[in-house]
């Protein structure tokens, strides 16, 4: 049985002929053009003024929470709900994270919740839109104007989501993306920082270049102390390929989660990704909750999976089950949901047999499980 990975990029001959031609003449005074050229198509795509391309997400969101002056003693909130990568630069900056519950519905953060937390202290909200799906961004952006606090987007999953016909990303003071080899968008390892701030952009492109001001004519004369977070033009190469074919990669994840939504249609105690009269939603990992009242034991169907050869992914754990967290068994949606839910393989060129075999494993999992209850 051949192995179904959970996921993989889309790499065509453009791609291989950006990044050999970056390899072959992308040196001396053309070491930058491809990544001038990455940020200009990204930026065009998204429909904001600045783009700063970086070596990581989670780089961008340093940089970026740097710039907003957050430092020790600020707080920033955020959805219990999140890989490691949104919550550590916080910790970075010697600031304090604080996670609260997501909504069940879209398991992006809670607006209702980030009100109940908010102090003095509080200097930003980082809105995650967890596996493409999108944060409620209009209940946030009113508690941004009434509290004055600026929102930041974490948009590594959900590269062509979007809210209300605008591009998630470009919704925020600032938003950052993820172009590791597992997203819809690659460069292996790589990211953007992309703002519409003129301040925000001046600051965090001083801050990239190790501190140094674009206006500063002294060579290597740093004004402040900052970062090395680039990305190389062989990498961004790759990306200007994979940006000339982003229609394609989006799309071609949206059919993906459409057949397994489709096929997994009749199941009634499942639900998955959320996309709402508002939002368009990118499903960069297709999602599957189980209903409370099932009771799955996830790590049997986590072994019907691998019996199978196929991948399957965990829901992200609440972070503050981590050791490095304050325990917040109250956010029971984090906890509950977390303990219930699986990604499914998804890469774009996934086949309609390979999805049908992850589909009956589902079904005679679930099958199962409601013999095993009936007989109890
Ligand atoms: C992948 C991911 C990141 C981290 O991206 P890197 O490029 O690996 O730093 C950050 N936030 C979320 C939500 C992610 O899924």
Redesign the pocket.
Known sequence: MSKIHYTKPSIHDLEVKYATDAAKNGWGENCYQYILRFEEQFKKYLGVRYAIATS????A?HMGLSALGIQQGDEVILADI??I??VAPITYLGAKPVLVDIDPNNWCIDPAKVIEVITANTKAIIA?H?YGNLCAMGELQAISEQYGIPIIE?A??AVGSEYQSIKAGSLGTFG?F???G??TVTTG???MFVTNDAKVYEKVLTLSNHGRATNQEKQFWPSMIGFKYKMSNIQAAIGCAQVERIEELVAKKRAVFYYYENKLSHIKEISMNEQSALTKCSYWMPTIVFAEQLNIDRDKLLTCFSQQNIDARLFFWPLSQLDMFEDKPDNVNAYSISKRSINLPSYHDITEPEMDRVCLIISSFLKNSKDVMAVR
């Open positions: 990581s997400c989670t780089g969101l999140n890989w990568a949104t995650t967890i974490d590594a999953e950052v993820s172009f590791h597992t997203k390892e790589g990211g």
